[in-house]
């Protein structure tokens, strides 16, 4: 749309928080307002949420300010603004949980005057503390051209904004309303723009197959054809993922949180790995760190052998044999000597392939778990708090196989926060819990202080089979009351209409 303001102003009077049901009469006319001081204390109710007459002030200020271009409006409006985030900070140091955060897009019409603000305030006034911002998602950085020195395009390619910085304006603005900022950024999932190099190309996850990521997701065989991963043993997507991650980290934000810490997930037979060839270990630099973790000559050629053929012979024993006599047995990480010094036989053949199958799928994952630890460390060092976000059953053995994403969470860094996606859907609050208990079991007697579960939905109302937010929140509280933070995907799921309005407007 090309008038933003318009259907801004025509939404507003609609509703300035639609998820508690907040309508919005003639106070919003412009100029119609009282003058803060005039006003009663800000009052919050059980979920920190602010009333109805609270919110419809601080939007009719918000307009006088921005497009009235009141001096007093704005005045009055920052120190409403202030008075909220007072009353915010008092509600949620009182109530469960402490930190209640949201998962939040931007786009580049939030630049437009007031816009930004307008947001903030209405997750402000839902009674959230901590906004999850992207930063980094779908091939796109949240930088401004003019500082953007990653292989990545900016968010906002408008003439004329190549210097506005959305994430610095963001975090810059949810401070003075009580929100602390964490810059949400994809992991491991690139985006189709990084398959426009041919030299970043390379730097894709390949299976067994002779599939990149990006061939496999167009060829159908993903759940998300929009999603392009590399192979996490790659040192140029590692140095690319740095750049980043570090330029994001100028902005400030109190934290970073990465997502996607995973390879794909496929689609029907796809879904499960249950052959070498299923996993993304063919790309170079993943095979050659495969091939080093042979501790003799033996063991690098069968290694060698199996995932170049999918598995072993029982020729392939003897001709090994032959090749590098000098070596009693084949070796490599993990692999014990037999402590009998029996020589390798077709007898044993079962249980190499079965050895080498772990060795290949525990490289998988190491790879995963040592490109989210080296990325959390550097967000560390620019005194950054980190946190991984996952599938609960994202590391499950499923039959003879493995999930196709191999998300094994439970070796992620417990100096990180751990968000579990917990968006079960049963129509109930069963599935949601069993995935939060999953998690706090293998999290141990600390992970009160670091499980923070995600949940999905929106206030006052069930969602797509989902409860509502109020029910789950009841829910997780009674069964699991140790937990004290959460959020809530996402934003705009809480104000549809105003997020397509931001989201297919033209800035100006």
Known sequence: MKNLQLLFWLQLRLAIVPAVGLVVGSLLALGAWLPARAQAAIELNRHCQISQADASRKEALRRAAFEGNS???KGEYEALVAEHARALSQCRASTWPPEQAIWLRLYACDLQPGILEAVL??????????????AFYSGMVLLPQADNPTVWPSVVQTAGYERRDLLAEAIAKASPRGLDTYAWVFT?????TYTLSDQQRRSLAINGQGQDSYTFATNGFSSNAQEVFVDPYSLEAQQNFQVALAKIAERRPQGILFDYVRYPRGTGSYSVASNVSDLWIYGDASRNVLL???TNAQGLELIRRY????????????E????????S??????RLPSSNGEVASAASLPQLQND????????????VVDFLTQSGQLAQQQGMRTGAVFFPRGNQAVGDGFDSRLQYWDRFPTWMSWHPMAYGVCGHTGCILDDIRRVMAAAGPQGSQFVKPAIAGTWGQSMRNRPSLENQMQAIHQAIPEINSVSHFAYSWQDPEFDRSRKFCELQ
């Open 188 to 192: 491991l999932n690139f985006g189709y």
């Open 71 to 73: 001096p007093q409006a």
């Open 307 to 318: 995932i170049s053929r999918g598995g072993l012979l029982s020729s392939d024993l003897e």
């Open 320 to 327: 090994v044999r032959q090749l590098y006599p000098n070596d």
């Open 121 to 134: 305030d209405r997750i402000a006034n839902l009674g959230y503390n901590q906004v999850y911002t992207e």
């Open 329 to 334: 047995e084949p070796l490599w990480q993990s």
């Open 292 to 294: 080093q973790r042979a």
């Open 356 to 367: 080498l199958w772990r060795l290949t799928v525990a490289h998988a994952v190491q790879g």
